[in-house]
T-cell receptor
């Protein structure tokens, strides 16, 4: 069984600053994928970034990057130059051995002007 | 590409009633997924379809829940004899079924059982 743990229920960051959201996971699969999804208030969930477990290079998408530590089963998300529009719930998710996504409980990010 | 749509967006029902939700995936997406999200939690997987075939069901999906995807297009999720514990956001997602296979989510149907 896969599990995903997000230990930070809430985080806050000043506009233009950098914030890191933590995620740990557990899986017995050798081939799996990891994702960060963003869910703005009353809006639908969208994919922020994804990482294939077999790739050693950390994924990057514009201001968003991950720190993937496979041995430690850690997958943190770094948001640089934070913007007001980044305020949302952020969910870490894993997928492996099945098509379903397994989500963590989420981290609520507040961006202060 | 109009995105994944779900109807209704909100549903209030009394305990014991049956409800049905509809999901229209992105056209030509072969896979369709249902998740349930309760307050303060991440989404939990319920079931998924590859075309019209239901390939996996979670143990969360009790016998009061049934999902269909006739002709491999839209899908319906029916809950019979609703209970207060069924109150949640029901999310639908679709994907192409190829490659990394990103799941695209709809806006959800919020169910309140009174």
């Amino acid at each position: 069984a896969q599990t995903v743990t997000q230990s930070q229920p809430e985080m806050s960051v000043q506009e233009a600053e950098t914030v890191t959201l933590s995620c740990t996971y557990d899986t017995s699969e050798s081939d799996y994928y990891l994702f960060w999804y963003k869910q703005p208030p009353s809006r639908q969930m969208i994919l922020v970034i994804r990482q294939e477990a077999y790739k050693q290079q950390n994924a990057t998408e514009n201001r968003f990057s991950v720190n993937f530590q496979k041995a430690a089963k850690s997958f943190s998300l770094k948001i640089s130059d934070s913007q007001l529009g980044d305020a949302a719930m952020y969910f870490c998710a894993s997928q492996g051995g099945s098509e379903k996504l397994v989500f963590g409980k989420g981290t609520k990010l507040t961006v202060n002007p | 590409d109009t995105g994944v749509s779900q109807n209704p967006r909100h549903k209030i029902t009394k305990r014991g009633q049956n409800v049905t939700f509809r999901c229209d995936p992105i056209s030509e997406h072969n896979r369709l997924y249902w998740y349930r999200q309760t307050l303060g939690q991440g989404p939990e997987f319920l079931t998924y379809f590859q075309n019209e075939a239901q390939l996996e069901k979670s143990r969360l999906l009790s016998d009061r829940f049934s999902a269909e995807r006739p002709k491999g297009s839209f899908s319906t999720l029916e809950i019979q004899r609703t209970e207060q514990g069924d109150s949640a956001m029901y999310l639908c997602a679709s994907s192409t079924g190829t490659g990394i296979d990103e799941q695209y989510f709809g806006p959800g149907t919020r169910l309140t059982v009174t």
